[in-house]
């Protein structure tokens, strides 16, 4: 690819009058301020310009280093990225904003117009991407995935305090022309709060919030698998006492904690099994006593529909009786189960507060 031609800057002038020989042969006594905000420009002379006409003037006339390479933005729905430059200001002073015209030349030295850019201001030692036109010889597919994983955990005042790396992975598949090794640019958003994971930060920049990631594609028939991970380490808290079993379980088993976390939680565990086996004996006596309850209530309805003396009243009766009794012995049954309860809870609350 050639250089793209000498910057030219174009405007409107006013003043005295001078000739294109004149003002050609004056070129490199243009004198060039790099001013705070701009560059500024003052030629020998002044000219004038008719109304309604325009006047281009040459102001900088060297080589420029430039550099193809393909652009492509992730947070845009397109397969294809952009055909780009990568301009380096190697010289003594800033270029000025405008459009830049790109022409290729091919292996038989012909040149053929590419494409335009607008560059912005040009500060000396900068670098411009400038994109100019689709590329269609190379096409990219994406997908993405979030995914996590434990870090870090200890227990302090009852409280589980743990840490989690989220990773978000954006896998690029990108396949380029045959026999034509290109340098594919990804420009991908820079997450606020989170490192980049992979790849490594060898040549990588970033600008205006993008990481640029460069990638070699080598122009064979293959496609190329790119991996960008950016994370993020989160802290969370479980509160071990209204902590349910199955996370505290994924929690003992984690080897991410050290060995003593690890044997407090499966010691919580433990525990909470004794208050869920205490709590399961007194439902089943609320249940045999519902179950009595409920019976009682059909037998005092058939006791109005029956005789009164006869022998199905009678029975009634003493099945009332008994159902009495069996209340009783339930109502004390109850009061011990709801005592293994609260002391089944009082020992899981009296050992988590013993840990950190």
Same mark, same amino acid.
């Given at each position: ?9 174009? =405007?409107?002038?006013? =003043? ?18 790099? $001013? &705070? ?5 003052? !030629?020998? @002379? ?20 430039? *550099?193809? /390479? ?23 002073? =800033?270029?000025?904003?405008?459009? /830049? ?9 012909? +040149? ?9 201001? !040009?500060?000396?030692?900068? %670098? ?11 096409? +990219? ?26 990773? *978000? ?8 022309? $045959? ?17 980049? &994971?992979?790849?490594? =930060? ?30 993020? %380490? ?10 349910? $079993?199955? *996370? ?47 019976? *009682? ?10 005789? $009164? ?9 003493? %099945? ?24 089944? @809870? ?11």
């Amino acid at each position: 690819m050639a250089a793209p031609p000498p910057a030219m800057a174009r =405007g409107e002038a006013t =003043g005295g009058k001078a000739g294109p020989g004149q003002l050609a042969a004056n070129v490199e006594q243009v004198e060039v301020t790099d $001013a &705070a905000t701009q560059v500024v420009f003052k !030629f020998p @002379r002044t000219v004038s310009v008719d109304n309604g006409r325009t006047l281009s003037i040459p102001v900088v006339d060297r080589q420029v280093p430039a *550099q193809r /390479l393909a652009l492509f933005q992730s947070d845009t729905p397109a397969r294809n990225p952009m055909a780009a430059l990568r301009l380096i200001n190697d010289g003594e002073t =800033g270029l000025p904003p405008g459009i /830049l015209t790109i022409y290729e030349r091919d292996k038989a030295n012909n +040149v053929a117009y590419v494409g335009d850019a607008r560059v912005s201001s !040009f500060p000396v030692r900068e %670098t411009r991407l400038l994109a100019y036109a689709l590329d269609e010889k190379i096409t +990219v597919e994406r997908d993405g995935t979030v995914t996590d994983r434990l870090a870090t955990g200890s227990i302090v005042e009852g409280v589980l305090r743990y840490s989690k790396v989220i990773r *978000q992975t954006t896998t690029y598949r990108a396949r380029g022309p $045959a026999g034509e090794p290109r340098q594919l640019i990804v420009l991908q958003r820079r997450l606020p709060g989170w490192s980049l &994971a992979k790849p490594d =930060g060898k040549g990588i920049e970033i600008s205006e919030g993008n990481y640029r990631l460069p990638f070699q594609l080598p122009g064979g028939d293959q496609t190329q698998v790119i991996e960008v991970a950016q994370e993020q %380490t989160q802290q969370q808290e479980l509160r071990l006492f209204d902590g349910a $079993a199955d *996370q505290i379980k994924a929690f003992a088993q984690a080897r991410e904690f050290d060995s003593r976390t690890r044997e407090a939680l499966t010691k919580i565990l433990q525990m909470q099994g004794a208050v869920g086996e205490a709590q399961r004996r007194l439902g089943d006596v609320d249940g045999q006593r519902k179950q009595i309850v409920d019976e *009682q209530a059909r037998l005092r309805e058939n006791l109005g529909k029956v005789p $009164a003396g006869s022998d199905l009243q009678k029975r009634y009766l003493t %099945t009332l009786d008994k159902q009495e009794n069996d209340l009783e012995t339930l109502a004390g049954r109850r009061a011990e189960a709801e005592k293994a309860v609260e002391a089944a @809870r009082a020992a899981l609350r009296a050992f988590i507060s013993s840990l950190g």
